[in-house]
């Protein structure tokens, strides 16, 4: 059986998915990838984007008690939205759809599996899922991956 060690780049099948991550085998071992480390998307469940009997490729970031732990975002740098952070410079404008409304403000996407947050005081009233927003960048945290948003009049040039 092959020795695994934090940093190894695994292939590995998904024998189980729950609602906290998937459970893969590699050559034997379990290992279990949290929802976190599935995807760059965002998502609720890892059953929006792995099935059981699909092959992945993983980082492996830890192993204990022959277990061990991965994440395929790791082992994919390349599919990280947040890749060239100077894109989301301050000041930056971009016109994309709100794709979350809540309480506190609304979301817009600026790029796929990249979301801004529109406080609710510069939201227009009414706004809803779907409707499209000209905004510019306030503020930037890359690590955190949190942008925050003010509102642009869509005909604007």
Known sequence: MEELAPGSIID???????????????????????????????????????SVGQRVRAKVLGVA??????????????????????????????VGPVVLVT??????????????????????EGVCVGDRLRVAILSVDAVRGMIELDRLPLDAA
């Open 12 to 50: 590995a099948v998904v024998v189980q998915i729950e609602p906290y991550g998937a459970w893969v085998d590699h050559g034997g071992q379990r290992g279990l990838i949290t929802i976190p480390e599935v995807s760059w998307s965002r998502i609720r469940h890892p059953g929006e984007a792995l």
């Open 65 to 94: 008690a022959g277990e061990f732990s991965a994440s395929i975002r790791a082992a994919h740098p390349e599919l990280d939205p947040w890749r060239d952070p100077e894109s989301f410079g301050v000041g930056a404008t971009f």
């Open 103 to 124: 309480d506190y403000g609304c979301f817009v996407e600026l790029r796929p599996d990249v979301r801004g947050l529109l406080r609710r005081e510069r939201c227009p």
